[in-house]
Structures are given as structure tokens and as C-alpha cells.
């Protein structure tokens, strides 16, 4: 291999960044030429991808301008798309650039939802093509020299910069190709073989031997600590460990202190200390020895060996003739000095050298965030004093129509409709009367049944996945290692809650209004009548005309002009505050850009002072002015009540007209409120239509998740060493010979497969050695067996022996469970080192075999083996 050290690529699944970036620009930004500009942005990031980790990439700078640039991108993205488990949900799925897999577990790999994790990887990518372009460059040369220092120190700082980040980055254990003490040794190497580069430029330059000393003492420096890192941690994966990287190392490391050595052999020449030179260069060749004998497969060293072998012959036949200066032993030397020209590069994005970004104009997430707050606070500071404007306003109504004014000034004839009157009933005709009312209040439970579904379905998605995940986490135990659902959904389930108590809240007022309506529904629909019919429901009284002209109706009529007056005021301002805009973005982008950070609460209120402080006051003043009018209101109809004819006529027409007054005031009131519920919904509509978008593509983005993991699952426990356990019988264990013969040694069941098994399995104890035989033994075989012949020759077959049926347990004798054997038989022969079966010869004095019965018959007196068993003896 070369004796420059590469990383491999890792591999990324493919990911469609179009559809849920789309979506999330379609729904956050209006429709229009900044929503069209974005679209085709994300379409482009999509393509950027896939040109960056889509197809194989060639080593050469280029290639790496495309990943770069990626990375940029992803960099300047993520502050502006809400990338989260439980907002843009995108999984990302990654192999292990170091592990090759398995036949049927495939390759290790990780899929998760952070854009973090997506920057890690691609970052490891760039520092893994930057190390393969150092490579190939030619070394020869100053230019190739010059790459490949720079492309060393960007991969050496690359792989730094992702120790330092990828566990906050992640918030789970990362693969072993990106965990930190795997990314830590690779910055380690990168940055070695940097300083590598710089000892062979100054060599090739013919620099100052100690110059040059330096320098590889510090080159060899890097390499041990690198080797150190490799060799006392388990965090580089085995196959690159072992046949890479730590033989590459621990050559480096001898032959650049071998070089080390060298040059200051040259430097002690010169300054006439000769034993010193001798000194190290015997270390120097004991350095060169050690890589030829150990390494030499992976780095030669022979023009170093016989450069340094001629430099210490003629040293020492030097120092023999001429000078006999004494050679100090290697650690009395004085240590060589280290020169560091080498630096990680720093990763500060952009990397890129023509990056331009797709989402220039897009605001970021955090500004986004504060102009929602700013956006609520401003809403709440026009709602509160709109909302003090309109009380006030209400108050003053109720306080006339309690007082029946204007009514009481203009019936002073008694006996027609008060113009007021008149004027309301007409303007109720005009905004539909009763049927308005009735239709708004019709539709409001159908809209707030719709609101309900949607709320509820959407909570819904999250109860079945979280239900599917607990079961999984059941099941699989700590392998499933996702974060759970019930934690993922917390803010979601918040977010639900809280709609929920606002549509409770809504019933409620929904509630209150009808009440309302229903009490003031009589007086509302004879304001709905024809004029005719409202002057004939309306009682007469007895004409007062002698007021007409008086001091207290002018007053009266001057008071409620002024009142008037001041509710006109108050409607000109409700329009300019509503209509107040100020585009804090500006400020939130600058604050952002100079502090890093945005403190929107001091910025939002200081602004909001300035806008709205001058109406706050003004609202102020017309509340005191009103009090004061109100006041002089009732201290001049007291006057005028007095003046006026009191009988029960006149107290019934009176009561009439201001329920009148206040059935008109409420009729407003009610409309209002009723259009303000029914846009309320609708707008509610939408935005639980975001939500239910928002729990859907979270669901959905979990479920592919889920597979993912499953998938994974499926692999790992394909990859993982199976030990199955065999159940064997007892008759295959302690196998059972017929009664009359000899019984078989032991033997293994599956000999292969438990040479196989990782862990040893325990074996039957030892048989016991065979006693002597005697014919008495046999205490199974009857009395009357005819006297044995020849060996050759069988006697007839004797009858079965009175015992159970089943497989035969004879003893040996003082051995309960065993049967004897007979002398000088040895069960292992048969069948082992291929050699032949050999004729059992009977000892003297004993019984020959039974003769064999016809062919497909069983002998007697031997119990029939199950057709299923094994033979006892080995086959040929």
C-alpha cells in the first residue's frame, strides 16, 4: 500500500429535500415572488446533494469544492428552516465508512433526524477527499508538495472540528467511523503526515541539516502519538487498524527519527563530535532495521538503510584511524529539537472559495421566532387598548340608555317614536335583523365540530405512533434506540392542550352570547317591526312640551353632543392604532449579526413604548374626560326628571324606550361578537390545518424512521454470532449397544459444527477404563446357551431375554450403567485414519455370536432400533 495514509468516503442514502421544505415554505411564506424564489432554492439545495454524496466523486480538488460547498450550504440553511424531531422532521441515513458488513447483515449504519448529523458527515466526507487527493499528489515537485500540506491540515482540521462537535450535534452515541476518539486519531495522522510533507520539502530544498532534524523529529513525534492513540484505544475499527494504519505508523515513526538522526549525525560532524555521530547513527540503522525486519511489507526502507550504513561505515572507520573519540551511549545524546510548521486548518464556514447562498434573502429561524413574539406583544398592546376604548364606549351607552337619552329629549311630545329610536330600529333593518343574528349563532357549532375533528384526529396520529413505538421499545428492549415518542411529542401535546382550552373557551363565550341575545331577543325583533307597529307598541304619555325650550334640555343636548364627539374620537383612533406597522426585522437581523444573539424582549418593548406610547395616553384622556361627562350627564337628567310630569304612563313609556336603546346597543354588541366568533374559528381552521400538517409529517417522518431502525435491527441480529444449543438424545450421548456385544466409544454428534461454536461445549465425563471380561459378566445372556464353536461358525439363535423392550442397559460389573468390554478391544480403530475393519477374533473360552437371522428380520434377543437412529459404528 502507500505509505501515505487515505480515509474512505462514507455512503449516504438518498433524501428528498424538495417536498418538505417546499411545503414548509408554502406554508410559512404568502404565495407570490418571494415563495417562487424559495421553491426554486430548495430545488436546488436538492440538486447540490445529490451531486455532492449521489455519485462517486473523483479526487481532485474540484470534487472537493462540491462537498464544501454543500457544506456551506447546510450551514446557512439550518439557521432558517426549522430542522427537528418534531418540527421539519428529515431522517438522514449514513453507513460506517470503515465497515465492510457482513453476507447477510450488510453494513453498519445510522439513520437519524438532525441536520447536525447530516453537517457531521459531510464534513467527515470533505476531510476523507481531502486526504485521498493529499495522496495522489506528486511529491516530486514543489507544487505537488504545497497541496499536499494544505490538503493534510484541511482534513486534520476538518476531522478536529468534528471530534469537538458531533455529540452535541447528535445527542446520541454516534458510529465508530464519527466518534470522537476515531476522528481524533485521524486529525492526529492527518496532521503528522502534513508534517511529513514539510521534512521532505525541506529535504528537496537542501535546508540546514538541523533545520531538517527538526522537523522530522517532530514529524516522528506526531506519528507515536498517533501510534499511541491507535494502540492503547479501541476506537479505530478493526480492519482499518490492524492492516493500515498502525504498521504505517509505527514504520513512519522509526524512519523519520531515523531521518531525525541522521541529519544531526551530520550536524554533530560537523562540529567535530565523532563519537556522537557514530552514536546516532547506530541508532539510526537499529531504527531502519526494525522497519526492514517488521515492516517491510508496507513501507521500504533500503535507500535509507544504505545511505545510513555508508555514513556509519565511513564514520567509524574514521573515528578508528583518526580521531578515537569515545561513542556515548543513546541516551546520553542530547535530544534533537522539534520544529512545527503545521497547523490544523480552522472550519469556519464558508469553506467554499465561490459560495453564494440559495436562501440569501430567507430570515433566519431565530429572527422569525422573535418577530412571532414581537408580533403577539403587539397584538396584545393594540388588542388592550382597543379593548379599554370599547368598554369605555359600552359603559357610556349603558349609562344613557339607563337614563333613556337621548329618547327623553327628543319624546317630549309623548306620543311618536323618538328620532333615536327610529334611527336604531332602521339600523338593525339594515344589517339584517333577527335573521343575521339567528344564522351566525347557527353556524357557530358546526364550525366549532369541525375544530374538533381536526384537533382531535391530529392527536390522534400521535397516539398510535407513540402506541407502536412503546410496543417496539417492549419488544426490542434497550436495542431500540430512538428517542421516544412520548418525550418527541411533548411540545406537540402541549400545543393540542392548548387549543383544546381555547375551543373550551370559545363554547363558553359562545355560551354568554346567546344568553344575551335571548334576553334582549323581545325588544330586538319590535325594533325589527315596521315603524306603525313600533309607535303602537310603544305606550303614550302625556305631552311635556313646556321643556322644550328649557335651560336643562340645551345642557342635556350639549352634554351628549360632547359624548358623541368623543366616541368619533375614540373610532378615528382605533384605526390609527390598528393601522401602526414597523418592520422589526431589521432590528432583530442586526442585533443578531453584532451580538450573536437577540434579546427580543428589551427590543420589542422599547419599540412598542415608542409606537404606542402616545395613544396609551390619549386613551387615558379620553377615559377622564368621559368620567367627567358622565358625571354632568346624570347631575343634569336628575334636573330634568324633576321638571318633568311623573305618572305611570309616562314611567312605562319611559321604561319601554330604554330597553329599546339597550336592545339596539346590544344588537351590535352581539353581531359583533358573533362575526368576531365565526372569523375566530375560521381562522382556527387554518391553523389547526397546520397542525394537523405538522403532526403528519412528523408521524410520517417517525414511521420511515421506524423502518429504518427495523431494518437495522434485522441486520445487526443477522451479523451477530449465532450459538445454538443442541438437545441430544440420550441414546446419541450414551449410546446402547446390544445386550451380547461390544459397546461403541462415545463420539461426537456434529463434529464440524462444534468446532465452530465460539465457545466450547462441555463434554461427557471420560468413560471409565474397561474392565477385564470374564463370561459371567454376560448376566443377560441365558443359561442355556449351547457351548461356543469355532470362530468361524455361529450357533443357532437363542431366545429373547425376559426383560422390557426399549434400548438395553447392561452394567459392567462394579460399574452401575456400563457393560463390560471384552480384552483388546479398541472401538477407535474402526473407521479413524481410514483404516479397515477388522475381524473380531474371540478369546478363548467365549461364546461366538449368534448366527445371523434371514435377510430383513432383526436378531433375537436384541430390541429394534428406531428407524430413525444413527448407526453405532462409523460408515465407511
Known amino acids: 500500500m502507500a505509505t501515505f495514509i487515505s480515509v474512505p468516503l462514507k455512503k449516504a ?11 414548509f415554505v408554502t406554508t410559512t411564506y404568502p404565495a407570490g415572488e418571494e415563495q417562487g424564489e424559495y421553491i426554486r432554492a430548495v430545488e436546488e439545495l436538492n440538486k447540490l446533494r445529490k451531486n455532492a454524496l449521489g455519485r462517486p466523486l473523483d479526487k481532485h480538488e474540484s470534487s472537493l469544492e462540491i462537498l464544501l460547498r454543500y457544506y456551506d450550504q447546510l450551514c446557512a440553511v439550518e439557521a432558517k428552516f426549522p430542522f427537528s424531531e418534531n418540527q421539519l422532521c428529515l431522517t438522514f441515513t449514513w453507513k460506517d465508512a470503515f465497515d465492510k458488513g457482513s453476507l447477510f447483515g450488510g453494513s453498519v449504519k445510522l439513520a437519524l433526524a438532525s441536520l447536525g448529523y447530516e453537517k457531521t458527515c459531510v464534513l467527515f466526507n470533505a476531510a476523507a477527499l481531502a486526504s485521498q487527493i493529499a495522496t495522489e499528489q506528486n511529491l516530486d515537485n514543489d507544487e505537488g508538495l504545497k497541496a499536499a500540506a494544505k490538503y493534510y491540515q484541511l482534513a486534520s482540521g476538518a476531522f478536529g472540528h468534528i471530534k469537538d462537535t458531533v455529540l452535541s450535534a447528535l445527542n446520541r452515541e454516534p458510529t465508530m467511523d464519527i466518534s470522537p476518539e476515531t476522528v481524533g486519531t485521524l486529525s492526529i495522522i492527518m496532521l503528522a503526515q502534513a508534517q511529513e510533507v514539510f521534512f521532505l520539502k525541506a529535504t528537496s530544498d537542501k535546508m540546514k541539516d538541523a533545520v531538517i532534524a527538526k522537523l522530522a523529529n517532530q514529524a516522528a513525534d506526531f506519528y507515536g502519538d498517533a501510534f499511541k492513540q491507535c494502540q492503547y484505544k479501541d476506537n479505530l475499527p478493526k480492519y482499518f487498524y490492524f492492516q493500515e494504519v498502525l504498521p504505517v505508523l509505527a514504520a513512519k515513526h522509526c524512519i523519520l527519527q531515523a531521518n531525525a538522526e541522521l541529519h544531526q549525525s551530520i550536524l554533530a560532524k560537523q562540529k567535530k563530535r565523532f563519537g556522537e555521530e557514530i552514536a546516532r547513527l547506530q541508532h539510526a540503522a537499529e531504527l531502519v532495521k526494525t522497519v526492514a525486519s517488521r515492516y517491510d511489507e508496507y513501507v521500504s526502507v533500503k535507500d535509507l538503510t544504505e545511505k545510513i550504513n555508508r555514513a556509519l561505515t565511513a564514520a567509524k572507520k574514521d573515528n578508528d584511524f583518526i580521531y578515537h573519540d569515545r561513542v556515548p551511549e543513546v541516551k546520553d545524546l542530547e535530544h534533537i529539537g522539534k520544529a512545527a510548521l503545521v497547523k490544523a486548518t480552522s472550519i469556519t464556514p464558508p469553506l467554499s472559495q465561490k459560495f453564494t447562498d440559495l436562501f440569501e434573502k430567507m430570515v433566519p429561524m431565530a429572527v422569525q421566532h422573535s418577530m412571532s413574539i414581537y408580533n403577539q406583544r403587539k397584538a396584545e398592546t393594540v388588542n388592550r387598548l382597543v379593548g379599554t376604548m370599547r368598554e369605555a364606549t359600552n359603559l357610556c351607552n349603558g349609562v344613557l340608555a339607563s337614563l333613556n337619552l337621548p329618547a327623553a329629549l327628543e319624546d317630549l311630545s309623548g306620543d311618536s317614536i323618538p328620532q333615536s329610536i327610529a334611527e336604531k330600529a332602521r339600523s338593525i333593518v339594515q344589517q339584517g335583523g333577527l335573521q343575521s343574528i339567528e344564522q351566525l349563532i347557527k353556524d357557530l357549532p358546526e364550525l366549532l365540530t369541525r375544530n374538533r375533528e381536526i384537533l382531535d384526529e391530529s392527536l390522534k396520529m400521535l397516539d398510535d405512533e407513540e402506541t407502536t413505538d412503546n410496543e417496539l421499545r417492549t419488544k426490542f428492549n434497550q436495542r431500540w434506540n430512538r428517542t421516544p415518542s412520548g418525550d418527541l411529542y411533548k411540545p406537540l401535546r402541549a400545543e393540542g392542550a392548548n387549543f383544546r382550552n381555547i375551543l373550551d ?220 444449543s443442541f438437545n441430544v438424545p440420550a441414546y446419541q450421548s450414551n449410546p446402547a449397544p446390544p445386550a451380547a456385544g461390544p459397546t461403541p466409544a462415545p463420539r461426537t454428534v456434529f463434529p464440524q459444527q462444534a468446532q465452530q461454536q465460539p465457545e466450547a461445549k462441555p463434554q461427557p465425563p471420560a468413560r471409565p477404563p474397561p474392565p ?18 469355532p470362530p468361524n461358525t455361529n450357533p443357532p439363535p437363542v431366545a429373547p431375554a425376559s426383560q422390557a423392550q426399549g434400548p438395553p442397559y447392561p452394567t459392567y460389573q462394579g460399574y452401575p450403567g456400563y457393560f463390560q468390554m471384552p480384552m483388546g478391544y479398541n472401538p477407535y480403530a474402526y473407521g479413524q485414519y481410514n483404516m479397515p475393519y477388522m475381524p473380531y477374533q474371540a478369546s478363548p473360552g467365549q461364546g461366538g455370536y449368534p448366527g445371523a437371522p434371514p435377510a430383513g428380520q432383526p436378531y433375537h434377543g436384541y430390541p429394534q432400533q428406531p428407524p430413525q437412529q444413527q448407526p453405532y459404528y462409523p460408515q465407511q
Open 505 to 724: 373557551k370559545a363554547v363558553q363565550a359562545d355560551q354568554v352570547v346567546k344568553d344575551r341575545y335571548n334576553t334582549h331577543c323581545e325588544m330586538i325583533t319590535l325594533l325589527c317591526k315596521p315603524e306603525n307597529e313600533l309607535n303602537a307598541a310603544i305606550p303614550s304619555a302625556n305631552p311635556t312640551r313646556t321643556l322644550q325650550g328649557s335651560e336643562v334640555v340645551n345642557v342635556l343636548r350639549s352634554q351628549l353632543a360632547q359624548l358623541d364627539e368623543l366616541k368619533k374620537e375614540r373610532e378615528t383612533m382605533e384605526g390609527e392604532i390598528k393601522a401602526v406597522t414597523f418592520d422589526m426585522s431589521t432590528a432583530f437581523l442586526t442585533a443578531l449579526a453584532q451580538d450573536g444573539a437577540i434579546n427580543e424582549e428589551q427590543l420589542s418593548l422599547s419599540q412598542l413604548d415608542q409606537l404606542y406610547g402616545a395613544y396609551n395616553q390619549r386613551v387615558q384622556a379620553s377615559l377622564r374626560t368621559q368620567e367627567e361627562l358622565l358625571g354632568q350627564v346624570q347631575t343634569s337628567h336628575q334636573e330634568f326628571s324633576s321638571l318633568k310630569q311623573s305618572n305611570t304612563e309616562a314611567n312605562q313609556r319611559e321604561e319601554v324606550l330604554k330597553k329599546l336603546a339597550s336592545a339596539h346597543d346590544s344588537y351590535v354588541e352581539i353581531s359583533s361578537n358573533l362575526r368576531e366568533g365565526t372569523k375566530f374559528y375560521n381562522d382556527l381552521t387554518e391553523i389547526l390545518l397546520k397542525f394537523q400538517n405538522k403532526c403528519s409529517d412528523i408521524v410520517f417522518a417517525r414511521k420511515t424512521e421506524r423502518d429504518e431502525l427495523l431494518k437495522e435491527l434485522q441486520q445487526s441480529i443477522a451479523r451477530e454470532p449465532s450459538a445454538p
Open 772 to 789: 477385564s471380561f470374564t463370561p459371567q459378566a454376560a448376566s443377560t445372556a441365558p443359561t442355556n446357551v449351547p457351548p461356543t464353536g
Open 13 to 23: 442514502s438518498e433524501v428528498d429535500l424538495v417536498k418538505p421544505l417546499s411545503k
